[in-house]
């Protein structure tokens, strides 16, 4: 390829030919220009080590003057960036120089300058040169942070530039023959590698009232927190807890408050999340961010301030999440409660008096987020009390009605629709911990009465952008979806006085209604959400009709309608993942609690044939449920028409109930390790229902309130459940058993007695114990003892016995502990044990009275 360059080479050949032609005396002389010389143009000679050695002396005439005009040189010499090779030696100088600079201020100027070379590439004359001066390097910028103590504004705003700069790096401005640009995140590496953002934050106690120079240091920190190793060094250096108790400090350009919530949310989000909230968990903490929130809050106006509002509110709702952090004592709880409800219920608190919130996305959010962090807060139970007095719940009941123009707030109709959504999830949450308040609101009136606008055939187009709107776009499942939430919530707090007005008011027939019409209104383009809401609707009835006849009446046939057509589900359906499990596990619990005792409703749901579905679903052989099943199974055959249907049953192949649960008790015995032959007979005759576990499991002490290792064996495994259903159809004339059948059947019926077997041996254990007891007190052979100490007993000295007393009774009575001439005496003494035991009737003449032993010795 032809190039201005090879034409002036081969210009230049052809014209040397020529010459030597005409004049071959003439010799040419070409001077050859290596990369190195070209470098050395750049970096002019200089011995670094002399520099080293100079600015190391001391007590010489003009050795100042000598020492900067060296350092002066070697800063021109390195202007156009500084080579890997070298960067330990310039920074040793650094070091030099700042050392100086308390006795001779001069050399500041000379620090600086060197300080500013830094902001320069790093160049590397080797690819290698990067790992080879990796320690020299990370070393040298490590030293960047040490030199933050030197009390000079000038030189701390220039090494927060430079540090700046590595995360801006700009290429030379001229280039240098054999050597590179180090890597664009080199620097940034090395800084990580020297534990720079260590002593950057350390260097924050020394700028208290410094506010230019915290700025640049914040700045610094919040490039470097962009890292997860920068972020982990920082939260040991205890960061969090540092920047924020100095949110509030006075900054008229807002650099500080920006910058430290920026840093903040890097360490939550980059380091240890459960460390960052602990440091930040402390009621000086709590104080700032409540101080910065109000004041953003209140006089916020701007864009960015209330988008930084709403910044500090999410990284307070993440502490909040910390049962320890103190938000009710510092008054934040309070604060935060005022704020999320100011618009709904009207307070006459100055912090919220003339505010008013706007449409704007920035004030939509914060609504959401103050929803949010009530959820948060409740979870804490003193906070209740500040709740109640919030009327936290009247505010939130303001969004459970079907939508209409906005008296306070013209939010759009997405907007509402989506703080509708989050109000009533709210209440989910709130209104169990404040059960009067919700009473109080006409709480179950509010939630039926929109549930009958969700069912309605009211036009209504809403827009399902939210998370809480996930499936409503167009319809109102979204809304019927929450508001069940709410009121299965509410159910399961069991309280009397709640479920009684939610009867009173129709609530049965209304869930019943609402179910049939989504039956009879297919959409599978929501089926999930669809799936969700027919669970919550049963585990609701269940909820209201447990335990009570009067309810399970009012459940009736429609609701055992109801309950069959889920049965009736196709089986593949359960592994779709969509929820037909669960709305299984829901429809086994409504016929437990809503069916079950109540005999019209038992016996409609025999005559449509609810046992052949609930066998058909045990057929599936699905663990999940089959424990469920059998306990309703069991509690059926408490009627007299259900033996009949079980019998009638026949499943694949012709299967039996009866050959179908005792293949079952095949399956559950060979889990639980029960020992059985190849025909299914006994192995073990000492222990025929013993299972792997128990022989595993250790005696472990449990309290009295706990259940046993075998009452738990009976109540989780499904034999028990077994042998009360077979027992129920009397163990005979049972169709359809092979004779493997026959031979666990007969295991099956000495169920029982077996465990009777066990309880006996546990009597004989309790038996034997107590005989072991009673030989160890009256036995004297048992009563023998072995060879042991034996104690001597000297004579009670006379002035502990002695006196005008002491031929009497008295002088035998035990002495007083207190008041009494006692004193510290040395009475007895232990020997060396005798190689032979005690006799028995040696021990029993030594039942005499210590002072008798006493008076005969004297």
């Not at 949450?429 to 606008?453: D, H, K, T």
């Not at 969700?532 to 429609?558: A, M, P, V």
């Not at 163990?731 to 058993?737: A, S």
């Amino acid at each position: 390829m032809w190039t201005e360059e090879a034409g002036a080479t081969a210009e230049a050949q052809e014209s040397g030919i020529r010459n030597k032609s005409s004049s071959s005396s003439q010799i040419p002389v070409v001077g050859v220009v290596t990369e190195d010389d070209e470098a050395q143009d750049v970096f002019k000679p200089m011995d670094l080590n002399r520099v080293i050695k100079l600015l190391e002396e001391t007590d010489k005439d003009g050795l100042e003057e000598k020492q900067l005009k060296f350092v002066k040189k070697l800063v021109q010499c390195y202007q156009n960036g500084l080579p890997l090779r070298d960067l330990a030696q310039i920074f040793k100088i650094l070091n030099l120089c700042s050392g100086k600079i308390k006795n001779q201020p001069r050399f500041i100027e000379s620090a600086y300058d060197i300080i500013k070379l830094c902001g320069l590439p790093f160049l590397k004359k080797k690819v290698s040169d990067e790992i080879t001066y990796a320690e020299d390097t990370a070393n040298s910028i490590a030293l960047l942070g040490d030199l933050m103590k030197i009390p000079s504004s000038e030189l701390r705003i220039q090494i927060c530039k430079c540090i700046v700069d590595f995360y801006h790096a700009e290429p030379p401005k001229k280039h240098i023959p054999g050597y590179q640009q180090a890597s664009s995140s080199y620097k940034i590496q090395m800084a990580e590698v020297g534990g720079l953002a260590k002593t950057m934050v350390q260097s924050m106690t020394l700028l208290e009232n410094q506010l230019v120079e915290k700025l640049w240091v914040l700045k610094v920190l919040q490039h470097l927190s962009t890292s997860e190793v920068n972020c982990t060094i920082m939260m040991k250096a205890q960061a969090a807890s540092g920047i924020c108790t100095h949110l509030n400090d006075p900054d008229p350009s807002g650099q500080l408050l920006f910058r430290s919530s920026e840093i903040l949310w890097n360490l939550l989000e980059k380091s240890s999340k459960e460390e960052v909230i602990q440091q930040l968990s402390n009621l000086e903490c709590l104080l700032a961010l409540k101080e910065v929130f109000k004041n953003l809050f209140m006089r916020g106006f701007s864009h960015y301030d209330r988008q930084l509002r709403n910044d500090i509110l999410v990284i307070t709702t993440i502490i909040a999440q910390n049962p320890e952090a103190p938000m009710i004592e510092c008054g934040f709880t309070k604060d935060l409660i005022l704020f999320a409800t100011f618009n709904e219920v009207k307070s006459q608190n100055l912090l919220v008096k003339g505010l008013k919130l706007s449409n704007s996305y920035e004030d939509f959010e914060l609504k959401k987020l103050l929803f949010n962090v009530i959820v948060i807060l409740c979870k804490d139970l003193p906070t209740v009390q500040l709740l109640i007095d919030g009327k936290v719940i009247l505010a939130l009941f303001t969004y459970v009605k079907k939508p209409e123009k906005q008296k306070i707030i013209d939010w759009s109709a997405a907007q509402h629709e989506e703080l509708q959504l989050h109000a009533i999830a709210t209440l989910s949450s709130v209104a169990p911990l404040l059960i009067e308040e919700y009473m109080s609101c006409q709480g179950n009136a509010r939630v039926l009465a929109f549930l009958e606008w969700c069912e309605s055939e009211d036009p209504f187009f809403s827009h399902g952008n939210s998370f809480h709107g996930t499936g409503g776009r167009g319809n109102k499942f979204a809304q019927m979806r929450y508001s069940l939430r709410l009121l299965r919530a509410v159910v399961y707090l069991e309280d009397e006085t709640v479920n009684k007005d939610l009867c009173e008011k129709g609530t049965i027939q209304q869930m019943i209604g609402i179910f049939k019409n989504i039956i009879s209104k297919p959409n599978e383009k929501e089926e999930a959400i669809v799936l969700e809401i027919q669970s919550d609707i049963l585990l609701i009835l269940s909820g209201l009709c447990e335990n009570h006849i009067q309810r399970k009446e009012i459940f009736g046939t429609e609701g055992v309608d109801i309950v069959l057509h889920v049965m009736k589900t196709d089986p593949r359906k359960l592994q779709s993942g969509l929820g037909y499990n669960v709305l299984l596990f829901s429809t086994l619990d409504s016929i437990w609690c809503c069916i079950l005792g109540c005999y019209p409703s038992e016996d409609y749901f025999l005559e449509k044939e609810g046992i052949f579905l609930l066998l058909d679903l045990l057929a599936l052989n699905q663990k999940k449920f089959c424990n469920l099943i059998l306990g309703i199974m069991v509690e059926f055959c408490d009627n007299p028409k259900t033996a009949a249907h079980v019998n009638a049953w026949q499943g694949k192949k012709d299967q039996t109930a009866a050959s179908l649960l005792i293949k079952l008790w095949r399956k559950e015995e060979k889990e639980l390790g029960v020992k059985r032959d190849k025909n299914g007979k006994i192995i073990d005759t000492k222990k025929p229902l013993f299972t792997s576990f128990q022989e595993e499991q250790k005696i472990i002490p449990l309290p009295a309130n706990c259940p046993s290792i075998a009452v738990m064996d009976v109540s989780e495994n499904i034999r028990a459940k077994i042998y009360a259903i077979l027992g129920k159809l009397d163990f005979e004339n049972l169709p359809g058993l092979s004779a493997e059948d026959f031979v666990t059947l007969c295991i099956i019926h000495r169920y029982l007695d077996f465990k009777i077997q066990a309880t006996h041996k546990q009597r004989e254990l309790a038996n034997k114990s107590w005989e072991d007891f009673l030989a160890r007190t009256s036995n004297a052979k048992t009563l023998k003892v072995p060879s042991g100490g034996v104690v001597t007993v000297e004579s009670t000295p006379a002035r502990l016995v002695g006196g005008p007393l002491v031929d009497t009774d008295i002088a035998l009575k035990k002495l007083p502990i207190r008041g009494g001439a006692l004193q510290r005496v040395k009475a007895v003494k232990i020997v060396d044990a005798p190689k032979k035991s005690i006799p028995t009737s040696w021990l029993e003449k030594m039942n005499v009275d210590i002072h008798e032993v006493a008076r005969k010795q004297r």
